[in-house]
């Protein structure tokens, strides 16, 4: 197994470029099975998670080269329909083929997926999406069996104990991409992965509006057309990157990146006293000399992400004074607190709440990944503590950020990757 090993205290300055969003392209790829033509993604992320979803796009029958982040996929025929365990337990997003597969195959069996490091993940909502459309879903020796004769557009009611789901309502899109009629989803997820995903299939020759609002509908039929796309900058990447440049009191240009999609964040971090330039397609962040505490409620897009929850910790550990974060999406997603704690962070958690009072310094320590976001977070602790930090179980992070050591050496970071 591989860890970063981090020399801390650098401050991080200069320039990268934001890969493209791998909660983007993971859906993107397996929605190029709903169609028998060429489908050409630019800037897709060459990371663990987009190699497995294409390792099980290709047994599916997919035909795929991958060149300088331009992946190419073209499924003339679908010659299997499930999705094994052994790909699924690597990575949940694999649940996309099952909408995909039931639009253009009408049968799909996708190992179940269940829980992870950041808690229960039930995919209720997922198959919900495609009942309602008209096909027959059993869950029977741990996979999801479902069949349809006729797809049949339908009012989706997408609602669960919290909220709406990002993966339930991309599923459903693919399914009633390819059904006959008219389906709506309410409430719909608004995040900008959905919303690429959408303007995806609509490039395809899909007929989809409302995307980014709380009501998508989709005009089912059978017309596709090839396709090259571009997908959008991965917005966690980036905001990744923003803590990094104020945790170490440094200043980070991002180029290729969308600040539009990164308001609360910004805005956050604005109140924890970073300077924030923004354009277009390029952001600058710099840390002022006086760091304040913030208090921080995660929520669904346009809300504060989940998936930044665990970096805004790490920074709040050494902003003097007291901050919170309440977890709304996933309660439990707090594992990388008592690794922080390791470091020297004082962090009480209660139930979906955090209290961080900042400590004066970090010092460094072995740590464990225990999730993707929480190793970045660790990472960025390790960046400004003091002395020596080992973050081992670093194949977390392979998982979500395109080559993230080489982008911090560039930026000053004293990171080297090493075989345990
Ligand atoms: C996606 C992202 C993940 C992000 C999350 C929330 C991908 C590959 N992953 O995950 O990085 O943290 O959105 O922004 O894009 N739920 C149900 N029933 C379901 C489905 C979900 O109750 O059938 C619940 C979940 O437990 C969670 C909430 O709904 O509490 C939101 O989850 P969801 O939006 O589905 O997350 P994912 O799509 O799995």
Not at 37 to 48: F, M, W, Y
Not at 130 to 144: H, M, N, P, R, T
Request: charge should be positive; proline fraction near 4%.
């Amino acid at each position: 197994m591989q860890c970063f090993v981090i020399e801390g205290g650098k401050k991080l300055s200069g320039e990268i470029r934001i890969s493209g969003a791998k909660n983007s392209a993971l859906p993107i790829i397996a929605a190029s099975l709903l169609s028998d033509k060429r489908v050409e993604l630019e800037n897709t992320p060459d990371l663990v998670d987009i190699r497995t979803m294409i390792e099980l796009v290709k047994q599916l029958g997919t035909e795929v080269t991958f060149h300088r982040n331009t992946l190419t996929l073209h499924t003339p025929k679908i010659k299997r329909v499930d999705a094994p365990y052994d790909i699924v337990r690597k990575m949940r997003a694999s649940y996309y083929v099952l909408g995909a597969l039931i639009a253009r195959a009408k049968k799909a069996k996708v190992s179940m997926p269940g829980g992870c490091a950041i808690g229960p993940r039930p995919i209720d909502l997922h198959i919900k999406g495609l009942d309602v459309l008209g096909a027959d879903v059993e869950i029977k020796d741990g996979f999801i069996n479902a069949r349809a004769r006729k797809l049949k557009g339908a009012a989706v009611d997408l609602q669960g104990p919290k909220g709406t789901s990002v993966g339930a309502t991309i599923n459903t899109m693919f399914a009633a991409a390819r059904a006959s009629g008219i389906t709506t989803i309410t409430p719909a997820a608004c995040e900008p992965e959905v919303v690429d995903v959408a303007d995806f299939l609509n490039a395809m020759g899909c007929t989809i509006s409302g995307q980014g609002t709380h009501t998508i509908t989709i005009r089912g039929h059978d017309y596709v057309r090839a396709v090259r796309y571009r997908i959008i900058p991965d917005r966690i990447e980036s905001g990744t990157f923003a803590v990094a440049a104020v945790i170490t009191r440094g200043k980070i240009t991002m180029r290729g990146c969308n600040p539009a999609h990164m308001t609360s964040v910004l805005d956050k971090l604005g109140e924890i006293g970073a300077k924030v330039n923004r354009s277009v397609s390029k952001l600058t962040i710099s840390s002022s000399r006086t760091l304040r505490p913030a208090n921080i409620f995660v929520a669904p897009y346009p809300g504060f992400p989940t998936d930044m929850q665990a970096q805004l910790m790490a920074l709040l550990s050494i902003v003097p004074g007291t901050g919170t974060i309440k977890e709304t999406i996933f309660p439990n997603r707090f594992m990388q607190a008592v690794e922080l704690m390791r470091m020297g962070a004082d962090i009480t958690i209660e139930g979906d709440s955090a209290v961080i009072n900042g400590v004066k310094r970090l010092s460094g320590a072995r740590v464990m990944a225990s999730d993707l976001r929480a190793s970045a977070a660790l990472v960025l602790a390790g960046l400004v503590a003091k002395g020596k930090t080992t973050v081992s179980r670093i194949y977390h992070l392979d998982r979500g950020y395109d080559r993230f050591e080489r982008k911090l050496g560039k930026l000053g970071a004293r990171i080297k990757r090493v075989n345990e």
